[in-house]
């Protein structure tokens, strides 16, 4: 694939992800920001600081700037580097179109990225828990991030080595246990938090993490979708290109051979 297939895929993959940000942004309002308010307010009845300084940033502006400005500018990005391990993937990861490759890495990248850590350290409700615990859980969830990709990459490696010997079905059914039985050793071996007041409603804090997987759900499947539908056509009008100019240059390179 040469360099200006590969600036292509990444321009595409950035409007993707900007797309994929508006489709999680939608999810995050209507999902998520009504069990942050509710924690807010469970916070704010049960707290003994009353009268504190008023916040730089008011809720209303966090809720609909804030939150856009984030999900929109992350989008851009995993958009940007989803293109470029695409641009890598396709064709070595079987034979799968454009399409297959797109939602397979995304798939992949939604497990690896945010499935895997979640479920070690799932997401709690802003202004809720122990803030001196917040650098500690956010040290631990980006290791638990690193070790989960690292032990895809291992078990993909393995599916590959093991695939002559075991053949494709049986050589991926290995390389996926491995993977679950890492994890779940990383997942024994690093240390679990509990910040939440004993207190706080399960309820809420069962929505508001069931609504945040679905937000990144919803990131990761428009994504997907997407991007393999520009990347297809993206890919295609590159075949054309090149098939055009070798139609182009075969006449002036038949003429020498006439004379």
Not at 56 to 62: A, K, N
Not at 208 to 229: E, Q
Request: hydrophobic residues 55%; neutral net charge; glycine residues 10%.
């Amino acid at each position: 694939m040469n360099s200006s297939t590969v600036r292509t895929l990444l321009v595409r993959g950035m409007l993707a992800g900007l797309v994929a940000g508006l489709f999680a942004l939608v999810a995050a309002y209507f999902l998520g920001e009504p069990h942050i308010d509710a924690a807010i307010a469970y916070e704010e009845a049960h707290s003994h600081e009353h009268g504190g300084e008023a916040p730089l940033v008011t809720r209303g502006m966090q809720a609909t700037a804030g939150l856009a400005t984030a999900l929109l500018v992350y989008g851009v990005a995993i958009g940007g580097i989803a293109s470029l391990a695409f641009s890598f993937a396709l064709g070595r990861v079987g034979r799968f179109g454009p399409r297959a490759t797109a939602l397979l890495l995304s798939g992949a990248a939604f497990v690896c990225v945010y499935l895997v850590p979640f479920l070690k350290y799932p997401a709690n409700p802003p202004s809720v828990g122990d803030p001196a615990s917040l650098d500690k859980r956010t040290a631990l969830y980006f290791l638990m991030v690193l070790l989960s990709l690292l032990l895809a990459v291992a078990a993909t490696t393995l599916g590959k080595r093991l695939a002559p010997r075991l053949g494709n079905w049986y050589a991926t059914v290995a390389a996926v246990a491995g993977f679950a039985s890492a994890v779940g050793l990383a997942y024994a071996f690093l240390p679990s938090l509990s910040e939440l007041p004993k207190h706080f409603p399960a309820l809420l804090l069962w929505e508001f993490r069931v609504s945040t997987l679905a937000v990144h759900l919803v990131l990761w499947s428009a994504l997907g979708l997407t991007f393999g539908h520009l990347a297809e056509r993206a890919l295609g009008s590159a075949v054309r290109a090149e098939s055009d100019e070798k139609g182009m240059e075969s006449p002036s390179a038949a003429a020498p051979a006439a004379n």
